[in-house]
């Protein structure tokens, strides 16, 4: 069965360093979400892409996360410099049609 | 604003019991409602949305309007059950509208 691959599985960096998290979404699946999510709440939408265009980056903080997907379909996302408050996890989905039912497994982010 | 609230982080019941999982929300047009569950160490997936009606392992979830509510129920709940559950709202028109997620609640199916 097709998942979404995400890499890595975990990560842990020193504050103001850059880090960079890979997703590869499900063949075919021309919407891709990032989404972060702190430990006891929901998850959060970072950014939304169709194909390779950004369609949703309102909650992104640009000033230190990028996120980008140049041939539409795997995606980047990166931060840099990290901060303490950047640990969580963050969460890859794809998706047709609008339904966003194919989440990754998450990369559990730690900024020490 | 949109906004989904959960009111319960934790609900714990007996195997065998019913169980609900309340959800509302806040949205002034018409919605598309959706419950995500999460496993124990398994990725977030896709349970149910409420224009498909269906019931999935034996949940169902109608959407009220009046009550602005779109809770989740099982008759006889499993340990298998067990389980994180969120409740997400979309804008009603286009397949770009992003998702309003609840804070989640952790289901506790105890033998």
């Known amino acids: 069965e097709a998942e979404v691959a995400q890499s890595p599985r975990y990560k842990i960096t020193e504050k103001s360093q850059a880090v960079a998290f890979w997703c590869d979404p499900i063949?075919?699946?021309?919407?891709l979400y990032w989404y972060r999510q702190i430990l006891g709440q929901g998850p959060e939408l970072l950014v939304q892409?169709?194909?390779?265009?950004?369609?949703?980056d309102s909650q992104l903080p640009k000033d230190r996360f990028s996120a980008e997907r140049l041939k539409g379909v795997d995606s980047t996302l990166k931060i840099q410099p990290a901060e303490l408050g950047d640990s969580a996890m963050y969460l890859c989905?794809?998706?047709?049609?609008?339904?966003?039912?194919?989440f990754g497994q998450g990369t559990r982010l730690t900024v020490v | 604003a949109q906004r989904v609230t959960q009111p319960e982080k934790l609900l714990s019941v007996f195997k065998g019991a019913p169980v609900e999982l309340k959800c509302n929300y806040s949205?002034?047009?018409?919605?598309?409602l959706f419950w995500y569950v999460q496993y124990s160490r398994q990725r977030l997936q896709l349970l149910l949305r409420?224009?498909?009606?269906?019931s999935i392992k034996g949940f169902t979830a109608d959407l009220n309007k009046g009550e602005t509510s779109f809770h989740l129920k099982k008759p006889f709940a499993q340990e298998e059950d067990s389980a994180m559950y969120y409740c997400?709202?979309?804008?009603?028109?286009?397949?770009?509208?992003?998702?309003?997620w609840g804070l989640g609640t952790s289901l506790a199916v105890n033998p």
């Open positions: 892409f169709q194909d390779e265009s950004v369609v949703d």
């Open positions: 949205y002034s047009g018409s919605p598309e």
């Open positions: 989905a794809s998706g047709s049609g609008g339904l966003q039912a194919f």
């Open positions: 063949s075919g699946h021309a919407t």
């Open positions: 409420h224009i498909s009606r269906e």
């Open positions: 997400a709202l979309r804008e009603g028109a286009g397949n770009n509208r992003k998702l309003i």
